[in-house]
């Protein structure tokens, strides 16, 4: 079974960064986009961007253009997602799934999810 | 950004059938992009549910079905049961904004 493992909740203040990992398992990393999504509570879920651990080709949603960086280590099957200049409406919680470089295609996995808080 | 429209909620008896409408544009669904559910259970992460509009992952019961036609999709559920009960999301591809993913606003599934 494909497993995604997000690290766990944070805590961050206002104009902090905050940079969350989301292991890949059981599966070869290198063959399917990592997409990162994030759920304000009661809120829609909101696609932030994604990356090709294949070549390392990111693509962001321009809300989070110039705050969103995607990253990878491709030895370590992990994909990462650093949030800078938080505030309030970052509070979420942030997802990452796997999907296809085709965007028209489905997330098919999820991670856990992972709570960031932000608060003075 | 371009959003997809749900209701906000639907009930139905255990047993029963219900219906989730997803209405999008002409800038997603209705210039034919795929339409995918996503089932979320309480405190969970979303789960796939339907794809490419009435697509079965392996695992998901018969009693889901969805279809899409023109600018809307819709998700059925038949013999609704209890494990049932979560918010469901519909997700479609939009082409404003350089592309990209855009999901529903969701419905509230109770199982009276």
């Not at chain 1, 203040?13 to 990162?36: D, E, H, N, Q």
């Not at chain 1, 879920?45 to 960086?69: L, S």
């Not at chain 2, 392996?58 to 999709?73: C, E, H, L, M, N």
Request: hydrophobic share 30%.
């Amino acid at each position: 079974q494909v497993q995604l493992v997000q690290s766990g909740a944070e805590v961050k203040r206002p104009g902090a960064s905050v940079k969350i990992s989301c292991k890949a398992s059981v599966y070869t990393f290198t063959t399917y986009i990592l997409y990162w999504v994030r759920q304000a509570p009661g809120q829609r879920p909101e696609w932030m961007g994604r990356i090709n651990p294949g070549n390392g080709n990111t693509k962001y949603a321009q809300q989070f253009q110039g705050r969103v960086t995607i990253t990878k280590d491709t030895s370590a099957s992990t994909a990462y997602m650093e949030l800078s200049s938080l505030r309030s409406e970052d509070t979420a919680v942030y997802y990452c799934a796997r999907g296809s470089m085709a965007e028209t295609l489905p997330l098919d996995y999820w991670g856990q999810g992972t709570l960031v808080t932000v608060s003075s | 950004q371009s959003v997809l429209t749900q209701p906000p909620s639907v009930s139905g008896a255990p047993g029963q059938r219900v219906s989730i409408s997803c209405t999008g544009s002409s800038s997603n669904i209705g210039a034919g992009y795929d339409v995918h559910w996503y089932q979320q259970l309480p405190g969970a992460a979303p789960k796939l549910l339907i794809y490419a509009n009435g697509n079965r992952p392996s695992g998901v019961p018969d009693r889901f079905s969805g279809s899409k036609s023109g600018t809307s999709a819709s998700l059925a559920i038949a013999g609704l049961q209890a494990e049932d009960e979560a918010d469901y999301y519909c997700q479609s591809y939009d082409t404003t904004l350089s592309g990209s993913l855009v999901f529903g606003g969701g419905t509230k599934l109770t199982v009276l």
